[in-house]
């Protein structure tokens, strides 16, 4: 199964653009790349997913290069609230031959004023 | 509204008093699953569930059992808690499918066992 890993923590400013990257060398055909964001006592949640190339939504961006073993989340503009957690998923959940899912350690993302 | 709940939200036991967190979805989730989440080591999975009366092994299954009999349901069971399994416990619940299979977690259960 894929190991994923992190930087442990990161520090920004607001307004600016933060990328976190995510390395999973051993990554299979099948799985899909998740970001998670969590705040203290809370679940994870679901911020982006993507198998290669881009992928964007409202929130962020998720650039996958073509051999896939690393994978990079972008937050554009972080405020304060992206002050959080975030973690990097490999795994495929989509077919009975997949199921287990691997977490990264989490990076911590500390945005001052 | 779409929710995974778990029960209890905090408990403190001794060791080797047996024990169950619930954990509930109402979304018609196939895949469930447990994790837990200790500083410094992120999650990790324990269980989870394709579907119902299926369960499998994840990265930390050592110490913990689980059951799928409904499909809303997954309890998680210790039979003997050890200090060791104190930890903060997170239930999720994704569709299947095609669709993006994004996991819903429910808002953690923070154990403690003395």
């Known amino acids: 199964l894929a190991k994923t890993t992190q930087p442990i923590s990161m520090d920004s400013y607001e307004g600016q653009e933060v990328n976190i990257t995510c390395s999973h060398n051993?990554?299979?055909?099948?799985?899909?790349i998740t970001w998670y964001q969590q705040f203290p006592s809370q679940g994870p949640r679901f911020i982006i997913q993507g198998y290669k190339t881009k992928v964007t939504n409202e929130v962020a961006s998720l650039f996958i290069p073509a051999d896939r073993k690393s994978s990079t989340l972008s937050l554009p503009r972080v405020s304060l609230s992206d002050t959080a957690v975030y973690y990097c998923l490999v795994g495929d959940t989509r077919n009975n031959q997949g199921g287990k899912l691997i977490f990264g350690q989490g990076t911590e993302l500390s945005v001052k004023p | 509204e779409a929710q995974v709940t778990q029960n209890p939200r905090y408990l403190i036991t001794v060791t080797g008093k047996k024990l169950t967190v619930t954990c509930s979805q109402n979304?018609?989730?196939?895949?469930m699953s447990w994790y837990r989440q200790d500083p410094g080591l992120g999650l990790r999975q324990i269980y989870y569930?394709?579907?119902?009366?299926?369960?499998d092994k994840g990265d930390v299954p050592e110490g913990y059992k689980v059951s799928r009999k409904e499909k809303r349901n997954f309890p998680l069971i210790l039979e003997s808690p050890s200090p060791n399994q104190t930890s903060l416990y997170f239930c999720?619940?994704?569709?299947?499918?095609?669709?993006?299979?994004?996991?819903?977690f429910g808002p953690g259960t923070r154990l403690t066992v003395l």
């Open positions: 569930s394709m579907n119902v009366e299926v369960t």
């Open positions: 051993n990554i299979a055909t099948n799985d899909y």
């Open positions: 979304m018609n989730h196939e895949y």
């Open positions: 999720a619940s994704t569709p299947l499918g095609i669709s993006t299979d994004t996991q819903y």
